[in-house]
């Protein structure tokens, strides 16, 4: 088998889920919660192990297999190519996970094909067979990626990402190699032009899903079982026994993933390649055939940039040591609906508050990363009411408040030394303050600040008393002022005297 092919089985065999995870959410306990780094039983904290390799160092959480902990690794030397040195600076990203899983009612979840024991005690166990069969008569009649992207560009999205194909191989574009997806079920109606077209047109930059692994293509040698000693097949059966992956597997595995990759590259010319479970090729290729292109880190030769999952991954103590201090582009892709990464019909209606969202992306920038935000739209190709709701408040408060997040170029010492994430242009700060923030019971205090020349409502333009001495800087917003269901941006300009150099971004 090829080197990638058998990382792809190492994380079959290893991603499994906590038991605690609940019912809806499985995919974001599994990698974005806090049991992730606390041990349940103590309540103690997970400290990993550091790893020192060429000069950087690579953080192991001992609960994780390889796979989680390469998330927050880049082993390769990020491009260079010009036509893709606007990612870092773009910030903002929408990650639309559409398809299979989408169509799939009990739950939305890609992985409930998956046998464990507490998943069949519990009855979340579903074979996958269900969830193939379940996508036969899908038609999203109510499809309108126009109406998605242009909302989305309004509210300050720079680029997106959508799924081509999760794992369960289902493709939503109309491939020639896709053994399962539009051709066979919906006489080729292709979904990814359309939303390709729609960002254009909206001037958002383009980015393609791929799982390089395919359970349909596999199917019949792979074990749908977490526990490698129990044998289940892709009807739900427990088995004795699976056949044996016959010698031309490998390389027939090879050359269907890479066949697809260069049809997607050749079809749609996108600007980030986003692998799942591996690229799908190599990352040479795919710059062969789309040289100024972005890749994630998610394949055998990691890729330009860092994927935190969860904003537990994204925490500072994660983010600062591991990936700042080795100079690597970042994002954190996380959930902000209820349920899982694809449309949960029990529970995916309901969108994040828009304060919660905005306050993750001062956070992530805060630290020179990107925040790609996850929305799983609805089998029926409608965006939910709440994410247009979303939408237009961020749309509101980008009128005002833009400036705080794209055109920076440092982020101040969030949390150590101030309660709440600040990005930087220079000597102009922007403290970023959630509906209970910025109060006069829970005043904004920075230690180690200058002496602020001006101090002001980013919204309004109205200026704001402060108090500071020996280098404390305490900041509240009068009740009137305060923004409600958004984020409150206070500008504080620095005199000359205060040393902002040491919080430009090194990174970018």
């Known amino acids: 088998m090829s080197k990638e092919h058998l990382v792809l089985l190492s994380f079959l065999i290893g991603a499994g889920l906590p038991a605690s995870a609940e019912k809806h959410t499985p995919s974001q306990s599994a990698d974005g919660s806090a049991e992730s780094y606390t041990n349940i039983a103590t309540g103690e904290n997970v400290t990993p192990r550091i790893e020192e390799r060429d000069g950087k160092r690579f953080y192991h959480w001992p609960m994780w297999n390889k796979w989680k902990n390469g998330k927050l690794h880049v082993e390769t030397e990020r491009t260079k190519h010009p036509d893709a040195q606007w990612w870092p600076e773009a910030g903002l990203g929408l990650f639309l996970c559409w398809g299979l899983p989408s169509v799939f009612e009990p739950n939305g979840e890609g992985w409930s094909g998956r046998w464990s024991q507490a998943r069949e005690d519990k009855g979340t166990f579903y074979p996958q067979t269900e969830l193939w069969e379940s996508v036969e008569g899908w038609n999203p009649t109510d499809y309108d990626p126009e109406k998605w992207m242009s909302a989305a560009a309004r509210a300050g999205f720079k680029y997106s990402v959508l799924t081509m194909k999760h794992h369960g191989g289902f493709a939503i574009w109309d491939s020639d190699y896709a053994l399962i997806g539009v051709r066979q079920t919906m006489d080729g109606r292709d979904l990814v032009e359309p939303w390709v077209q729609a960002c254009r047109d909206n001037d958002i930059k383009v980015g393609l899903y791929y799982s390089g692994m395919d359970w349909y293509f596999e199917r019949d040698y792979m074990n749908f079982s977490y526990d490698p000693s129990v044998l289940v097949n892709y009807k739900g059966e427990k088995v004795k026994s699976l056949p044996k992956r016959p010698p031309s597997f490998s390389k027939a595995y090879e050359e269907f993933n890479e066949n697809q990759v260069k ?93 919660e969202v905005l306050m993750r992306l001062a956070e992530a920038r805060c630290m020179g990363g990107n925040l790609l935000a996850n929305i799983g739209p609805r089998p029926d190709g409608k965006m939910q009411d709440q994410a247009y709701r979303l939408f237009d408040e961020m749309e509101e408060w980008m009128k005002t408040n833009k400036d705080s997040v794209f055109g920076i170029n440092g982020g101040g010492p969030w949390p150590d030394d101030c309660n709440v994430p600040i990005t930087c242009r220079d000597n102009i700060w922007f403290f970023h303050a959630k509906e209970k923030q910025a109060t006069k019971e829970n005043p904004i205090v920075f230690e180690g600040a200058g002496k602020p020349v001006a101090v002001t409502l980013m919204r309004t333009g109205d200026a704001l008393p402060f108090e500071y001495s020996d280098g404390k800087l305490e900041m509240h917003l009068p009740e009137a002022l305060k923004a409600g269901p958004v984020t409150d941006v206070i500008i504080v300009e620095f005199d000359n005297d205060f040393d902002y150099k040491p919080y430009l971004f090194t990174h970018w």
Request: hydrophobic content about 30%; proline content about 5%.
């Open 263 to 355: 049809e997607l590259i050749e079809k749609f010319d996108p600007d980030i390649w986003w692998g799942d479970g591996g690229h799908g090729a190599s990352i040479h290729k795919i710059r062969e055939w789309r040289p100024g292109i972005v890749v994630n880190n998610r394949g055998y030769d990691s890729g330009d940039h860092a994927t935190a999952e969860g904003f537990g991954m994204s925490d500072p103590q994660y983010i600062r040591k591991p990936v700042l201090e080795n100079g690597w582009w970042w994002e954190v892709n996380s959930i902000i609906q209820r349920g899982s990464w694809h449309y949960d019909k029990h529970l995916g209606e309901t969108v994040y508050p828009t304060d």
